[in-house]
């Protein structure tokens, strides 16, 4: 899809730090997936073990759980300290603390990769769980002073350049899409030479704004870092707060979404995306109220007689 790979770890030797921002009561599981790519490779089976079975992690001394990873326990505590939670102790309550939370919100937990053999309902199940998870966990985690000030930045920009290619394109493309039926000024690109068309032709109170699952692709890192150089106002939405991409923004914005064999950058993650899309979109729509109201007015009329109505038994009524 053009979107899925992933950034690369840093070096063994490399100690990562946890974002400034992470929220404390925040899920553990959402931050470690989030910040996965940038561990270490010793931290990363730690990751790995965390992950695959929280609720027995929860339970295990810090010895079982290096054994398990088969590193020291010192890696352990500079993974504790990597993902924001400062030690194996308070590791073992926040793991504890999410997985009853979990519990008590669903009953009944299709969790899990889809396998080569789950039938059809076992599918449904375990897509549905995902997705709506996806939502969950990236509503629970976003950070609504940064979303602020991202839609006070697009509220008043001249023009809003959206870039995504692969399954981001088409969260491009629905941003692009909404923007301009309010009357703001708004244009999506996926092909790379546009992109950096577009890119060179921004300037001092302009936007570009880049989604990317990944934050790892490279047409998309390189027109916003294009856009950033000619004085554009750049932004970031991607699930990896210290991916490539983020790292070229000046704003911010994360999902928390988990992909899974068959759907690996292109389903979960693109729900997650259009969650932030659709709340940005209300935020600039409500600093631009009567604008906004009769631009939706407007283009609600102009469509309204290629649409078929229905009679209250259900038989279509042509205009």
């Not at 939670?85 to 309550?93: A, D, E, K």
């Not at 002073?145 to 394109?169: K, P």
């Not at 490279?218 to 856009?227: F, G, H, K, R």
């Amino acid at each position: 899809m053009g979107d899925e790979s992933l950034p690369e770890s840093v070096d063994e030797s490399a100690t990562a730090t946890a974002p400034q921002s992470a929220d404390p009561d925040g899920s553990p599981l959402v931050r470690i997936r989030s910040l996965l790519p940038g561990l270490a490779k010793a931290e990363q089976r730690v990751a790995k073990v965390v992950l695959d079975d929280p609720t027995t992690v929860s339970r295990r001394s810090i010895t079982e759980v290096a054994l398990a990873a088969n590193t020291s326990e010192t890696t352990v505590t500079r993974f504790c300290k990597a993902i924001g939670v400062g030690g194996y102790p308070q590791l073992r309550i926040a793991l504890a603390a999410d997985t009853a939370r979990s519990a008590a919100r669903t009953p009944q937990v299709h969790g899990g990769d889809i396998s080569y053999d789950d039938d059809l309902a076992s599918i449904v199940g375990k897509v549905g769980f995902t997705d709506a998870r996806a939502v969950e966990e990236t509503a629970e985690q976003l950070d609504v002073d940064r979303l602020q000030q991202v839609v006070d930045v697009m509220a008043s920009a001249g023009r809003v350049d959206v870039y995504g290619v692969g399954a981001s394109a088409f969260v491009a493309a629905d941003l692009q899409q909404k923007l301009h039926r309010i009357g703001r000024v708004s244009f999506s690109w996926s092909d790379t030479h546009i992109m950096l068309t577009s890119a060179a032709v921004l300037g001092t109170g302009d936007v570009a704004f880049a989604i990317s699952h990944s934050g790892a692709t490279t047409d998309t890192v390189e027109a916003l870092q294009a856009a950033k150089e000619h004085g554009a106002t750049t932004i970031a939405l991607t699930n990896f707060p210290r991916s490539p991409l983020a790292e070229t923004a000046d704003h911010v914005l994360t999902t928390a979404a988990r992909e899974t064999t068959f759907r690996s950058g292109a389903t979960a993650s693109r729900i997650a995306q259009l969650t932030v899309i659709d709340c940005l979109f209300i935020g600039v729509a409500q600093q631009h109220m009567d604008g906004a109201v009769q631009a939706l007015d407007a283009t609600r009329d102009a469509v309204g007689p290629h649409r078929l109505g229905s009679r209250p038994d259900g038989r279509r009524r042509t205009q």
